[in-house]
Nanobody, 114 residues
Framework: VQLQAYGGGLMQAGESLRLSCAAS????????MGWYRQILGKQRELVAG???????SYEDSVKGRFTISKDNAKNTVYLQMNSLKPEDTAVYYC?????????WGKGTLVTVSS
Protein backbone atom coordinates (compact mmCIF):
# COMPACT_ATOMS: atom_id res chain seq x y z
CA VAL A 1 0.00 0.00 0.00
CA GLN A 2 1.47 3.31 -1.03
CA LEU A 3 0.19 6.43 0.66
CA GLN A 4 0.51 10.02 -0.46
CA ALA A 5 -0.30 12.70 2.06
CA TYR A 6 -0.75 16.27 0.98
CA GLY A 7 -2.44 19.52 1.91
CA GLY A 8 -0.05 20.95 4.46
CA GLY A 9 0.86 24.58 4.58
CA LEU A 10 1.47 27.73 6.57
CA MET A 11 -1.59 28.79 8.50
CA GLN A 12 -2.64 31.37 11.05
CA ALA A 13 -4.03 30.35 14.41
CA GLY A 14 -7.77 29.83 14.21
CA GLU A 15 -7.79 28.87 10.55
CA SER A 16 -8.83 25.57 9.03
CA LEU A 17 -6.96 23.15 6.83
CA ARG A 18 -7.77 19.79 5.29
CA LEU A 19 -5.17 17.11 4.77
CA SER A 20 -5.66 14.29 2.30
CA CYS A 21 -4.11 10.86 2.12
CA ALA A 22 -4.49 9.01 -1.15
CA ALA A 23 -3.92 5.25 -1.16
CA SER A 24 -2.67 3.18 -4.05
CA UNK A 25 -5.30 0.52 -3.49
CA UNK A 26 -8.85 0.26 -2.26
CA UNK A 27 -9.12 1.39 1.34
CA UNK A 28 -12.38 -0.47 1.80
CA UNK A 29 -10.58 -3.49 3.23
CA UNK A 30 -7.82 -1.66 5.06
CA UNK A 31 -8.21 -2.39 8.76
CA UNK A 32 -7.29 1.00 10.10
CA MET A 33 -6.07 4.27 8.72
CA GLY A 34 -4.80 7.12 10.75
CA TRP A 35 -3.09 10.44 10.91
CA TYR A 36 -0.02 10.89 13.05
CA ARG A 37 2.11 13.93 13.68
CA GLN A 38 5.65 14.49 14.73
CA ILE A 39 7.06 17.60 16.27
CA LEU A 40 10.78 18.11 15.87
CA GLY A 41 12.59 16.24 18.61
CA LYS A 42 9.54 14.36 19.80
CA GLN A 43 7.99 11.00 19.11
CA ARG A 44 5.38 10.55 16.46
CA GLU A 45 1.92 10.55 18.00
CA LEU A 46 -1.47 9.38 16.84
CA VAL A 47 -3.81 12.27 16.06
CA ALA A 48 -6.84 10.46 14.68
CA GLY A 49 -7.78 7.03 13.43
CA UNK A 50 -10.61 5.48 11.47
CA UNK A 51 -11.47 1.82 11.17
CA UNK A 52 -12.74 -0.01 8.12
CA UNK A 53 -16.21 0.27 9.62
CA UNK A 54 -15.89 4.00 10.10
CA UNK A 55 -15.28 4.12 13.83
CA UNK A 56 -13.13 7.11 14.70
CA SER A 57 -10.82 7.99 17.56
CA TYR A 58 -8.93 11.14 18.46
CA GLU A 59 -6.07 12.30 20.60
CA ASP A 60 -7.43 14.43 23.43
CA SER A 61 -5.92 17.73 22.31
CA VAL A 62 -7.66 17.62 18.93
CA LYS A 63 -11.09 16.38 19.99
CA GLY A 64 -13.75 18.79 18.82
CA ARG A 65 -11.35 20.48 16.40
CA PHE A 66 -10.17 17.74 14.04
CA THR A 67 -12.29 15.30 12.08
CA ILE A 68 -11.05 12.22 10.27
CA SER A 69 -13.11 10.83 7.43
CA LYS A 70 -12.68 8.66 4.39
CA ASP A 71 -14.03 8.30 0.90
CA ASN A 72 -13.80 4.68 -0.15
CA ALA A 73 -14.63 5.53 -3.74
CA LYS A 74 -11.62 7.84 -3.93
CA ASN A 75 -9.36 5.68 -1.75
CA THR A 76 -8.67 8.76 0.29
CA VAL A 77 -8.66 9.60 3.97
CA TYR A 78 -9.02 13.18 5.14
CA LEU A 79 -8.15 15.12 8.24
CA GLN A 80 -10.18 18.27 8.63
CA MET A 81 -8.41 20.55 11.07
CA ASN A 82 -10.31 23.50 12.48
CA SER A 83 -9.35 26.13 15.03
CA LEU A 84 -5.69 25.46 14.43
CA LYS A 85 -3.26 26.29 17.20
CA PRO A 86 0.50 26.92 17.09
CA GLU A 87 0.98 23.67 19.00
CA ASP A 88 -0.52 21.81 16.03
CA THR A 89 2.62 22.64 14.10
CA ALA A 90 4.16 19.35 13.02
CA VAL A 91 4.81 17.03 10.15
CA TYR A 92 1.65 15.00 9.60
CA TYR A 93 1.84 11.41 8.40
CA CYS A 94 -0.75 9.03 7.10
CA UNK A 95 -0.65 5.38 8.13
CA UNK A 96 -2.52 2.29 7.02
CA UNK A 97 -2.69 -1.03 8.80
CA UNK A 98 -3.37 -3.78 6.31
CA UNK A 99 -2.89 -7.51 6.46
CA UNK A 100 -0.86 -7.19 9.64
CA UNK A 101 1.55 -4.63 8.30
CA UNK A 102 1.98 -0.91 8.77
CA UNK A 103 2.33 1.36 5.79
CA TRP A 104 3.40 4.98 6.04
CA GLY A 105 3.23 7.84 3.64
CA LYS A 106 5.65 10.71 3.47
CA GLY A 107 4.72 13.53 5.75
CA THR A 108 3.22 16.87 5.00
CA LEU A 109 4.25 19.90 7.03
CA VAL A 110 1.67 22.00 8.82
CA THR A 111 2.89 25.23 10.36
CA VAL A 112 0.57 27.35 12.46
CA SER A 113 1.66 30.83 13.44
CA SER A 114 0.15 32.82 16.28
Amino acid sequence: VQLQAYGGGLMQAGESLRLSCAASRSIFSINTMGWYRQILGKQRELVAGISSGGTTSYEDSVKGRFTISKDNAKNTVYLQMNSLKPEDTAVYYCKAVYDGMDYWGKGTLVTVSS
